[in-house]
């Protein structure tokens, strides 16, 4: 059985396929609304964030084909 973070990581990887970006906003939103708050949280600027346990099955998971585009607050295929 697949963990709520392996869950999350593979839709953030399919959208990223599909759509060619993932906005971070968007992607919080639907791991609140579909997996829930602990996935989530407020990082030391304020900023929300997913959880180091998603962050990292998603990195896992995309082994380097995926950038994070900091001044866009975004995930892109490379």
Do not use: C, P
């Not at 929300?48 to 892109?76: C, I, M, P, T, Y």
């Amino acid at each position: 059985m697949e963990s709520s973070e392996q869950q999350i990581a593979e839709w953030m990887i399919q959208e990223i396929r599909q759509r060619g970006i993932l906005r971070q906003e968007e992607a919080i939103e639907y791991v609140r609304s579909h997996f829930g708050e602990q996935y989530v949280f407020r990082n030391e600027n304020g900023n929300v964030s997913l959880a180091k346990e998603v962050r990292n099955a998603f990195r896992k998971q995309h082994g380097g084909r995926v950038a994070w585009d900091r001044d866009g607050f975004f995930w892109a295929w490379t």
